[in-house]
């Protein structure tokens, strides 16, 4: 949510806010929501706000699109994040799971279906858009985001195969 209320489905991403010009609360006699684009997004994927932007996994799961309003359109757009480096995604299968951490640097996280890592670095004041693979020696089956003072600290669950046994590790970057 922001100055409206962003909702993602399969089918589309769609806009909720008060039919007033002014900044009124949302109430069942004053609700229009309207589709912006028709992308959809995955379920197991929640989007991110990062600055003026959402962050989200489109419906197949293979791409990151950013959702941003156009003032001079008078729309929502859902630029294609992934569009120079498309074999990042697909390499690992698709979007599983996705966090965000703002500090020190602004990294888009997303785990993918066969426990591979990938992140974007996304900087969208400075225009980077930088994807990158991270290769942990293992499967991760879940992430998250921990703010800890000046930096967010990455954690993950890691399953992999020592000597000839399944272990798992709670581990952090």
Excluded: C
């Excluded at 409206?4 to 929501?33: D, R």
């Excluded at 921990?146 to 798992?168: E, F, L």
């Amino acid at each position: 949510s922001a100055q409206t209320l962003l909702i993602g489905t399969l089918s589309g991403e769609w806009q909720a806010k008060s039919s007033s010009a002014t900044q009124e609360p949302i109430t069942p006699a004053n609700l229009v929501v309207q589709q912006h684009v028709s992308h959809g997004s995955v379920s197991t994927v929640r989007a991110q706000r990062i600055g003026y932007s959402t962050l989200f996994a489109s419906r197949a799961g293979n791409k990151i699109r950013e959702l941003v309003y156009d003032f001079g359109l008078d729309t929502f757009l859902a630029k294609d994040l992934t569009i120079i480096s498309e074999h990042i995604l697909r390499q690992g299968g698709f979007a599983y799971r996705a966090v965000y951490a703002q500090e020190p640097n602004s990294i888009y996280w997303v785990v993918l279906t066969d426990g591979t890592l990938a992140a974007l670095t996304f900087e969208k004041d400075q225009e980077v858009y930088a994807w990158h693979r991270h290769d942990v020696g293992g499967i991760v089956e879940s992430i998250a985001v921990i703010p800890n003072g000046q930096y967010d600290q990455v954690w993950m669950a890691v399953k992999r195969t020592i000597n000839g046994g399944t272990v798992r590790y709670v581990e952090v970057f």
